[in-house]
Structure formats: C-alpha cells, structure tokens
C-alpha cells in the first residue's frame, strides 16, 4: 500500500534552515507525499522559499497567514490535510532520506497508530546520517495508557510531536495544538494518545533535530511556566478522568518544577520570585509521593533527595547539574 501521507511545516522567520528542510523531504525514497508549508507571517524570506519550491515540486502547498503562532500553523496543517496518515517536521529540522518510507513500512508491519523514531542532535548545517539504517530496529509496543506511562513518567518517549508518523485519524475530533502555548507538545499529548490503540517505538535515528541557542525553548521566558500550568490542569483532570495515571502525570509534573524552579533562580533581579515560590511549593507537596513510586526516574529522585536539605541546597545541586563545569 502507498498512501497518500501529509508533512506539515510549519514556517516562521527561518530563512536560513528552509532549503535544507525541504530539500530533505522532496528527495524522500517515498514520494507519495503532500507537502504543507504554513508560512505563518513570517517577516524575512521564508514565505518566498516556501514559494519558489512549490512552483518547482507540485506536492508543495505554500499557505500564507498572519502570525499566529507553532501551534495555529500546525492546525492550519491539520486542517488543510488530506492524507491518510501525517508527519510534523518543524522548518528548522531534517528527516533522514529513508525516514517516511522506514516509518511507513514499521506502521503496516505492526498495523500501528503511530510510529516513533529516535531524534539525531546536530548543529550547523550537516547531519552525519548513519550510512545504514535497518527498518523498524528495536521496536517496542505500547498501548495508549503505556504510551502516555512512558511519556509522563520520561522513561522511553519523549512529548515532541515532530518526526512521528501518525494515523490522522488521531486528530480527529477536534485534536488541535493550544492556541499561544509554550509546550504545545506537551499538551496535546493527552487527547492525542488516549485514542491511540497500538504506538511502536523504534530505534532509527530518523529526524535531524537542529540546536539553536535562539529556539523559543533556548531562552527564559516567565511562558516557560506554561509547562507547570498544562501539567496542574492535566492532574486536575486524570483524576476524575483516569486516575491510574495520576502518579506518572504528577511525576512529570514535579519535573517541570524543578526546571523553572533553576531557570527562575538564576534571575539576579528577583522579578521571577514568585515563580520560583510556586515551583518549590510544588515540590514540596509532590516530592514524598514522587520518591516511593518506582517508576520515577532516578534523575528526579536525586532532585527530591536534594530538596529536603532545602531549597538553595537544591538550587546548587540542579545548577550544577544543568552547567558542568567545562
């Protein structure tokens, strides 16, 4: 079977990654593809990029609209699609010239909803892909409770939806991104696996993840505290909806505050005080039950450890931790 599979890219202000982005998907040993450039306002020359690779490759589609956002351009993919299963590949990234078509083969192998690759870090402008990639390797299977287990609790998966191939259907219902979210990955982890019936975990280094000192996560924001709020709304609701997984939810939860607990620390003006009460209030309220549950990483476990020894003990511990010295 060769189905028709939609890539969206969402694109903004990224001039200088573009080409390399798209040269990466048009040259994909699959080619049954249909390519969604959202130029979402950008302000330099991307949108004509987008353009000029779209009169050159008519599987390109270019839509302009105002600035909205990762997460509006990414719905406006959505709903713009026509494929029966989808890809996200952010504008700055690359794919692995076998990747949709390895992905593809492991989803029909298994009959899964989803198929997960591993990431390859790069900086520059080149990605020293493996010369040989077996298809499928290593594959390991989750349900949707596993799957979102293994996410939560930051075991085997990671939230990022880049690179994934995905049964559209998944997306249905009205399964968007956050409208104006920092960790939109994040958020949409919960309505996008909970229908998920059969994910596959694979371990071929498939998509080219660029390092960029500039990425919105690269740099302290008080919206980074957007990941704690999406983490309190989603306990709040697990435990009426799926109370189960209330202990991996609040594992990820005290994660979260112990990384804007850092980053807010490290403010010398005291403007993010506040945050930083907030971030050390929750964990003190999750850390006993966080350190009896098994299946909390260790990495977490040193945390709370750190943090009965108080608060500037922690700081110091996690500062250390995040900055070796070099």
Known sequence: ????????????????????????????????????????????????????????????????????????????????????????????????PEAIKILLTTLQEYNADVVIPEFKSFYGNDVEWSETTQSGRNPRHYDGQGTLMAIYYQHDLSNSSCGRLFDASLFDGGVRFPDGQYYEDLAIVYPLYQHCKHAVKIDDMLYGYRQRANSILGQFSPKRAHVIDICEQLERHVQQDNP?????????????????????????????????????????????????????????????????LGRSFLCNVIGRKYHPKR
């Open 1 to 96: 079977m060769t189905p028709l599979i939609s890539v969206i890219i969402p694109v903004y202000n990224v001039e200088d990654y573009l080409d390399p982005c798209l040269a990466s998907i048009v040259t994909q040993t699959y080619s049954n593809l249909e390519i969604i450039v959202v130029d979402d306002g950008s302000t330099d020359g991307s949108g004509a990029i987008g353009d000029r690779w779209a009169e050159r490759d008519s599987r390109i589609r270019v839509i302009h609209q105002d600035n909205g956002g990762l997460s509006a351009a990414r719905n406006t993919g959505l709903d713009a699609m026509s494929g029966k299963l989808v890809i996200m590949v952010d504008s700055d990234d690359v794919l692995h």
């Open 244 to 308: 189960a997984l209330l202990p991996a939810v609040r594992s990820r939860l005290l994660s979260a505050c112990f990384n804007i607990l850092l980053l807010s620390s490290q403010d010398d003006t005291g403007q993010h005080r506040q945050l930083a009460d907030r971030c050390w209030e929750g964990i003190k309220r999750l850390r006993h039950q966080c350190l009896t549950d098994r299946h909390v990483r260790l990495k977490n476990k040193a945390g709370i450890i750190a943090s009965y």
